[in-house]
């Protein structure tokens, strides 16, 4: 068995059939790799949207029938890829999760109906400022914004209107342009209490270790390939006992933000503590993946170093994963937090009953 | 995996938390002032085990074990991990002479297999030589066909908890000088043996949990070997590959568990110097070993199971707790070493303990490489 399909074959056929046939949709929406100078456009990238929406990708996000497991999952696959997807489709996902949650709403009607593109500014929801969006918006200057403002132990949801004094920020990801704004009005979406906006923030990072998860493994998958195949002093760079020790490390740490991310997926919905396990999710998958970033760039050499050859997208993908809205030592220290005050720790086993409310096969608690 | 619980698998938690209740005598780590009183009470411990019915949770029933599956196998350690409970003296016996034993034994050489389940005898593994340690293969410890007996001769090291062992699983060269994997045997030799001399070494903590075993014209009867003459390295490569599983390391991670526990609470009590992202990090760390050894399991169940994934999972569990080991020094150093006591100290030492035993973690690297991730052969890498 291969690397690869070790982190593939746990899946369900019906899943893994749907979600390798949404792999290839994404593969051939993608298009042609970025020039260095190419300034990627909000009305080429709502085109591409489109396309996804009347392929049913869109509604995907919160149809009744889909599980965590297969949502996270195509967030996986979006970023498992050299040449990152240029749609902020997580953003999207998570601003129709997020309105979901308040059991329906116009906002939601529109985007779905593809009247409009909305996206959240996820730095907003997890660390809300006073109505302007501070962080990175991907595509904020033709977008609906969905922002997050405190509200007593809560956040209000604010919809900002496109275009509403977006600035263009430098941004690491060069197929995902990001805005500020200082919006003059907003109208208010709908509020989520304490538990609710918990349970979104804890989605938001669960969905961007998913995606960090997808991008190692394509960097890792990648960069095996390369040192297989490069040859120097007359063998494959890949046989040198230093570069083997380093893709040994990278593929373990791949694999472990693997099973982090699909534990994650997993107990979401049922877990005691989501924000915990959500920065628990985060801090590992983003820390992997960007140690995997590192080195992918490392081992390709001169090659790792070009725009041509393309390694830097997953670079430029992870770091912007990692970076939005909580920073990896921001989700460390809320989960060291945490840990301190809990009257006991969690554990993975889902086998303790402090950790996950179990149910018996017949269905009692 | 989604863990919902069977109304057997249930029962198995509950049953087990019952003993454990009732067993677990809180404050053993501490109460014992050498290693050899240590070492006789984890030898009682595994007779608590086995009146309990505890002894071998992962055997097959037709051995008298409970037939423990992955999720058993994953409740056995969240318990252990809960009340603290000892891994008592045999676990060389229970977890690496009786496979085996199973596979390969005769009827008479699985006649063991009771008395290991009740803690009788204790088994410990003859592998490593003075010159044979990662390099296995080169071993020189001679056995030679002499009438009824084989009469060996030779020097083992390392052998762990030889001194409180009633049989040593040996591993032998019966082929030529430089027949390297070709000639290997595995003889077992009672270490009442005359000619067997046992010299304790110590460890880097001070205490001598490790041996040097010497073999001078040791006669042990033929039908004492197992598997083919000259057949023992296939079946000893298997036994490596389990000693780096999701036993071993669930095993590894009820400690590394214990420990973290205890550095969190020294945080709550000391908020200057509590370092709390350290803490988030090394808790997430943690938190993953469980989830890579259940993946394992639940593969091994399916036989999905690729070579090589043993070694990610021993490399991650035991560099996680050399890595927590270093944070002890970097951050919580004033636990460990103003205000701990010489079991966290000793704790510490041992963090060193399991990157090295069971195949080092740069043979696991090798490994990786080669099986998982198929890169191409060097010389200079071997194995
Ligand atoms: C606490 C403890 C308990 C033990 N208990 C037992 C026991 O009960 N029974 C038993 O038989 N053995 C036991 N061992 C022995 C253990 O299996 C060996 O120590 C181990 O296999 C390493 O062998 P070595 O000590 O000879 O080190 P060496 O093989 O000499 O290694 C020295 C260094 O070289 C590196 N190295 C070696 N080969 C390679 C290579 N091909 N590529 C890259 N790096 C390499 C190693 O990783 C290491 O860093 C125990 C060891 C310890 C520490």
């Known amino acids: 068995m291969r690397f690869d399909d070790l982190l593939d074959d746990w899946l369900e056929t019906d899943d893994r059939e749907l979600l390798d046939h949404f792999g290839e949709l994404i593969t051939e929406i993608v298009g042609a790799r970025l020039a260095p100078d190419a300034e990627p456009g909000f009305d080429d990238m709502a085109k591409r949207l489109a396309r996804i929406r009347e392929q049913g990708w869109l509604d995907f996000a919160v149809e009744k029938d889909t599980t965590d497991t297969v949502y996270f999952e195509a967030l996986k696959r979006l970023h498992r890829r050299t040449t990152p997807l240029a749609v902020p489709l997580l953003e999207v996902w998570s601003a129709l999760r997020v309105l979901s949650r308040l059991g329906g709403s116009d906002l939601l009607e529109r985007t779905l109906a593809g009247e409009c593109v909305t996206v959240l500014a996820i730095d907003d929801l997890l660390r809300p400022g006073d109505g302007s969006g501070t962080g990175w918006i991907p595509f904020g200057d033709g977008a609906t914004v969905l922002l997050a403002v405190a509200a007593g132990d809560g956040v209000d949801l604010l919809q900002v209107e496109p275009g509403s004094a977006a600035v263009p920020v430098s941004h690491p990801d060069p197929t995902l342009p990001a805005f500020t704004l200082s919006p003059a009005s907003t109208t208010t979406v709908g509020h989520l209490d304490r538990a609710g906006w918990e349970g979104a923030r804890a989605e938001v990072l669960v969905a961007q270790a998913a995606a960090l998860a997808g991008q190692a493994q394509a960097l890792n998958t990648d960069t095996v390939a390369y040192i297989t195949n490069r040859v120097q002093f007359g063998v494959p760079v890949g046989s040198f006992q230093a570069l083997q020790h380093r893709a040994a490390d990278i593929a373990t740490e791949v694999y472990a933000a693997q099973q982090v991310s699909i534990h994650a997926a997993e107990a979401l919905g049922a877990h005691t503590a989501p924000l915990a396990l959500g920065l628990l999710a985060k801090a590992f998958v983003a820390k992997a993946a960007m140690k995997t970033a590192s080195e992918a760039i490392q081992l390709h050499g001169g090659m790792g170093f070009t725009w041509e050859g393309g390694t830097h997208f997953g670079l430029k993908r992870s770091a912007y994963l990692a970076m939005s809205g909580l920073s990896i030592a921001e989700c460390e220290e809320g989960l060291g937090r945490w840990a301190i005050d809990a009257p006991e720790l969690l554990w993975a086993g889902g086998l303790d009953d402090r950790g996950k409310r179990e149910t018996m096969e017949d269905g009692t608690a | ?383």
């Open chain 2, 1 to 383: 995996m989604r863990l919902q619980l069977t109304p057997a698998q249930r029962a198995f938690q509950q049953d087990l938390r019952a003993f454990y209740e009732r067993e677990v005598q809180p404050g053993w780590r501490t109460r014992y002032k050498t290693f050899e009183e240590l070492g006789a009470y984890l030898l009682d411990w595994e007779k608590v085990l086995y009146r309990g019915n505890w002894s071998v949770p992962t055997w097959p029933a037709e051995f008298d074990g409970r037939g423990a599956d992955a999720i058993e196998r994953a409740i056995f350690t969240e318990e252990t991990a809960r009340f603290d409970a000892p891994e008592g003296l045999n676990r060389l016996g229970k977890r690496l002479v009786a496979p085996v034993l199973m596979r390969h034994g005769t009827d008479a050489q699985r006649s063991h297999l009771a008395r290991i389940r009740s803690g009788e005898e204790v088994w410990c593994q003859g592998f490593s030589e003075p010159n044979a340690g990662s390099d296995l293969v080169n071993i020189r410890t001679a056995a030679v066909r002499d009438g009824s007996d084989w009469v060996i001769n030779g020097r083992k090291i390392w052998t762990s908890f030889a001194q409180f062992a009633d049989w040593v699983m040996l591993l032998v060269r019966t082929g030529a000088a430089d027949s390297r994997a070709e000639g290997i045997s595995i003889i077992l030799v009672s270490l009442d043996t005359p000619g067997i001399e046992i010299s304790p070494i110590q460890t880097i903590a001070g205490r001598s949990e490790f041996n040097e075993v010497s073999f001078d014209d040791v006669r042990v009867p033929l039908e004492n070997l197992v598997g083919a003459e000259n057949g023992g390295w296939p079946i000893v490569r298997s036994v490596l590959q389990d000693e780096r599983g999701a036993e071993f390391c669930l095993a590894r991670y009820t400690d590394i568990r214990r420990i973290f526990e205890d550095v969190t609470s020294y945080a709550k009590t000391d908020a200057d110097r509590s370092y709390p992202g350290r803490i988030g990090a090394d808790y997430a760390r943690i938190y993953t070993i469980q989830l890579l050894a259940s993946d394992l399991l639940d593969r091994g169940q399916r036989d999905a199971t690729p070579e090589g994934l043993e070694s990610m999972l021993k490399l991650y569990t035991t560099e996680t707790w050399r890595s927590l080991g270093d944070d002890q020094v970097h951050y919580w150093a004033h636990d460990l070493f103003e205000r701990g006591g010489k079991e966290g100290l000793e704790d510490y030492y041992e963090s060193r303990h399991y990157t090295i035993s069971a195949g080092t973690s740069e043979i696991q690297r090798n490994l990786i490489a080669g099986r998982l991730l198929q890169l191409p052969s060097s010389r200079r890498s071997a194995p």
